[in-house]
């Protein structure tokens, strides 16, 4: 019993994160001067993610909240910055659901500036633990729709690694509750991680 009731976390675990990445909002198709271009392994990482069956992402994505439809533009300043700090989390090995547990990080954006239809971020600091290791983040660049209620990105880590990230806001992300999905990959290891925390500017 005890096994059968972790196998389906893990696989409700899969579900999130793999819906979470695989719901592309609509600012992602403008790509300012200024952000850094995403890797052919990122890519192929972020590929891959979305590669499952359409009804489980719906579901996975539904259990997120992601809107559906972009709303009017708010009016965020370029400069301003917003921490999302979480209150629970968990991690699971990519390929290994059995392999899991708990996860935290904080993450603090700062808005680099304004699109037509949304907005462009750098990761200014921020830490991911997970399976023991705590990475800092080193850099990232991230792009946030007009509604400022989903964000997609990458980023870098110390000890080495890299990540894809995307956040999706109850709301906006000022000052409200949001959850994180990250892929990272560090080293040899492959890590889906989802955390649900509190945002503050």
């Not at 921490?83 to 968990?90: D, N």
Request: hydrophobic fraction near 40%.
């Amino acid at each position: 019993m005890q096994k059968a009731t972790l196998a389906m976390a893990a696989t409700a675990l899969v579900l999130v994160v793999v819906g979470y990445f695989a719901v592309a909002p609509q600012v992602a198709a403008q790509t300012p001067t200024t952000t850094t271009t995403t890797s052919t392994a990122l890519q192929q990482r972020m590929s891959g993610l979305g590669m499952m069956n359409g009804r489980a992402l719906g579901r996975a994505g539904g259990m997120f909240g992601v809107q559906g439809a972009i709303q009017s533009q708010l009016n965020i300043a370029v400069g301003q910055t917003f921490t999302i700090t979480s209150t629970s989390g968990e991690y699971y090995v990519a390929g290994t659901p059995s392999t899991n547990g708990t996860a935290s990080g904080t993450l603090t954006f700062t808005v680099t500036g304004k699109l037509s239809e949304g907005y462009t971020l750098s990761l200014t600091s921020g830490s991911l633990t997970v399976a023991g290791t705590t990475y800092s983040v080193t850099s990232g660049s991230a792009q946030m729709g007009p509604d400022a209620g989903t964000i997609v990105g990458q980023g870098a880590t110390n000890p080495a690694g890299s990540f894809l990230i995307r956040a999706g806001a109850h709301g906006s992300f000022v000052g409200t509750t949001g959850v994180v999905g990250l892929d990272l990959q560090a080293g040899s290891s492959e890590y889906l991680v989802v955390l649900t925390g509190t945002i503050s500017s």
